[in-house]
C-alpha cells in the first residue's frame, strides 16, 4: 500500500522535443525534495503560487536552468504541496530530472494519481474528476465543452442534493422499524412518492442526454463501403479536405489527425476500414464475412457508395443487398455526372443523395445528410450532458431501484423491504459522484488517466 | 517588418494528448492581452513571477480552467512582459486559447522568436541562444552537457574579451594611418603578435574539440551491411536490447526510439538503411550502385558483417572487396560458433571481431571496438566543446585572417593592410557571439529553433 501523501513525480505535458517540458511532483515532503536538487532560492520559505529560477543538479553535475513552481497544501491542484519543474523541453532531461527525484525519494506517479490525490483529498467529487480526463481527451469543442460543464459541477450539485434528500427518507424508515409492531410512519409516503418522482424526472432528462452525450464524447463510428472504384477515397477526401482547412487555421497547434477522421457540426467522425468489403466486388458475399460484419456491428453510420456510371439494374441489386444490415445506412451515388438522368429520378426517389466526389459536387448536401442522423447542437455553458458510460449504468440502476420503492408503496410492502430499495438507489447515485468508492472502482477510473495527470 | 516587441504566441510544451499543455506569450502588452481573455485575478496588477488560477473565456465561452504565470519585463526569458498559460493538455483547447489570443491581437510566433528577442534584449549572445536549441535537440547527456555549458557562457566571455583586445590594436593601427606619412607606432608590433599568438592557440584549442564536439552532438552515422543472412538484424538487436533497457527504466518518459539507433558511451549510433547492400549478394556490384555509396559517404563508420559459417575463402574474397571503401570499417565475424578453429585463428589477425550475435557472445568486445574509433570522453561541467559547425567555420577563418595579420607584419605590410586583416579576423569573431550580425543570419539560426522556443 502506496503512502498517501508521499512525493510522485511524472512529466506533466506531452513528450518529444519541444521548448519546454513540465515535470509535476506532489506530495507533504514535495517542496523540501525539490530543495534538494535545486540551486537557487530557498523554496521552502516561498510563499504558494511563486516561480523560481536555479538549477537542477544532481550532485555535481548540473542538469539544467528551469523554472520552479511552488504551490503550498491546501492551495494545489491535488490539496498537497507541489512543485512543477519547467525545464527545457528535451527528453534527455525531463528523463534525468526524474531520475535525481527518484533517487532522492520520489516515486513514478501512476496514471491520473494528481487527480486521484485531489479527488481523495476533496478537490472535486468522482463525476467531476472523470471530466478532467475527458476534457484532456476532447477531440471537438463541444466534446470539450461538455467536460468543461461537468468538471465545473455539472449534475455533481443536482444529485448530492436528491441524494441528501433521500438519505433523509431512508433513515427515517429505519426508524420505523426500530419501532417494530408499533404503527408509526415517521415518512410520509406521499412525500416519498413526491421525491421519486422529482427525482426520476432529473434521473430521466439525465439519461435521454446521453445519446447526444455520447455523440459529442466518443464521435461517431463510420464505415464507408462500397465496390471498388466507386470513388469511396475521393468521397472521403472530398468530404476531409475542406474540413481539414479548419482544423489548420492555426499553424503548429494542429495535432496529428487520425487518418480518415472528420469532424462534422462538432461531432467527430471516425473512418473505419472496411478492406473486407473492398476487396470483393459482391456485397452479399462480403456480409459473409466474419470481419466485416463485426465492423458493420461496431459501426453508427455506414456510408454505402454506389458507381453510377454502371447500368441502373446493377445498382438497384446492389442496394436490394444493403438491407440485411443493421445500421443506419445513407445510399451515396457517386459520379452523378455519369448518370442519365432516368436513372437520377428513379435513385432520388430511392433516398439516394446523389453526388460527384470528384467535381465536388453536392459534398455539402451530403454533409447535411449525414448530420441529420446526428442532432446534436452546439454543447453551451451549463449544458448538463452525461457522456459517460458509467454515469448513463449508475443512472438506469438508479431508475430502477426507484420503480422498485414506488412499486413496493403501491402494494403496501414493509418498510424494510422499502428500505432495501431505497439503500440500493443510494448506492448506485453515490457511486456517480464517489460519495460510494471502493479501491476496484478507482483503479479502474484512473487508470485510463494519462501519466501526470 | 514586424513590431519588435509586438505580444507573440504559440504552444510551448509538445503537441499531443497530455496532463498539462503550456502557451507562452510574450512583448509589451501581453500582460494586457492575457487580462482581456482572463477571468480571474488583474494581472496586471500582480507581481513578477507569480501564479494566478482563473479561467480563460472568449466572450460568454469558457474554454478552460487555467494557472497564468506572469513573468514582467526585464524578469523574463525575453526581458519582455511574458505570459504562460498552463491549460489541459488537449489539443482542442491548446487550439481555442491561441485563437482567441490572436483574435485579442496576438500574432503567431515563427520559429525560435522567443529565443531571439532573448537574445536581441541583451539575455545572452548568439553562441548561448544557439546553445538552447542543442540542449532541445540533445539526444545524450553528454550532448545535453556540451550545449549546457555553451549555454551558460562556454567561449563566449573568453573570445569577447579577446575580441576587445584585438579591436584596441585596430584602433590604434588606424590612429597610425590617420598620421599618414609621420612614422609613428601607436600599436606596437611585437605586442600585437603575442597577442595574435594567444589569440590562435585559444583558437586552436576550440578548433581541435569540434571532432569531439561534433560526435557528441550529431552522433556517428553508422552503416551495417553485409549479405543476406549474414545476421546483421540479429547484431543490431543484440547491440540494442542492452542499451534499450537502460533508456526505458524510468517508465513513461522515453521519447519515441528512432528505429536503429543507439546510445552507447555517451553518443548516438544512428544505424542507416543499406537496403542496396543488402539486396544484392555481390559486394562490388552493390557498390556500383549510387545510392549505396551516397551512404557509406555520409556514414562515419561502417559495421561490415561477415557469415562466418561461409568457407573461409569465401569469406576473405568478400573483406578483399571492402579495401575501396573509405570509410571506417570495423570487420564483425558474425556465427562464431560455427567457424573452424583454423579460419577464427586466420580472420582474428586479420583484425575480424568475432561474435556471436545470436547467443550474445562477444557483444561488450564489439562495442570497446567501436567506442575506440570515437574517443570521447564524459562531458564535465565547464568543459568547451564546439559543436557547432557554424562556430567551427568562423574559428577557422578567424583564424586565417590572423595568419594573414602574421605574415603580412613579417613582410612589413603597411598599416592599412594590416588593419584590414585584423577587421575581417573581428568580423568572423563577432559573427559567433553576435556583436556582428546581419538579417540573413539570424533568420538562418532561429529557423532552425522550435515553435514555442
Known sequence: MNSPDEPIVAL???????????????????????????????????????????????????????????????????????????????????KEIIKVL???????????????????NGRFDLAQAEAVADIIFAETDNARQAALNQMRGGFSKEIQHLREELIHFASLIELELDFGEEDVEFAKRDDLKKLIYQIQSYLHSLISSFDQGNVIKNGVPTVIAGKPNAGKSTLLNALLNEEKAIVSEIPGTTRDVIEDEMILGGISFRFMDTAGLRETTDIVESIGVERTHERIKKASL??????????????????????????????????MDKANADAIGKLQN???????????????????????HFHVGEVKQGDVLVTNLRHYQNLKQTNDALDRVLAGMDSGITGDFLAMDIRQALHYLGEITGQVTTDDLLANIFSKFCIGK
Do not use: M, W
Not at 320 to 333: A, E, Q, R
Open 12 to 94: 506533466a505535458t506531452a513528450q518529444g522535443i519541444s521548448a519546454i517540458a513540465v515535470i509535476r511532483l506532489s506530495g507533504k515532503d514535495s517542496i523540501d525534495l525539490a530543495q534538494k536538487i535545486f540551486k537557487g532560492k530557498d523554496l521552502v520559505a516561498q510563499p504558494s503560487h511563486t516561480i523560481h529560477f536555479g538549477t537542477i543538479h544532481d550532485g555535481e553535475k548540473n542538469i539544467d536552468e528551469v523554472l520552479v513552481s511552488v504551490f503550498k497544501a491546501p492551495n494545489s491542484f491535488t490539496k498537497e504541496n507541489s512543485v512543477e519543474i519547467s525545464c527545457h523541453g528535451s527528453p534527455v532531461i525531463v
Open 302 to 335: 455506414l456510408l454505402y457508395v454506389f458507381d453510377l456510371s454502371l447500368p441502373l439494374d446493377e445498382i438497384l441489386k446492389e442496394d436490394g443487398t444493403l438491407k440485411k444490415l443493421n445500421v443506419p445506412i445513407i445510399k451515396v451515388g457517386n459520379k
Open 102 to 120: 527518484v533517487k532522492n525519494g520520489a516515486r513514478l506517479a501512476t496514471p491520473g494519481e494528481f487527480t486521484k490525490r485531489a479527488f481523495i
Open 350 to 372: 430511392q433516398d439516394f443523395t446523389l453526388i460527384s466526389a470528384s467535381h465536388k459536387q453536392n459534398i455539402q448536401k451530403l454533409k447535411d445528410k449525414i448530420l441529420s
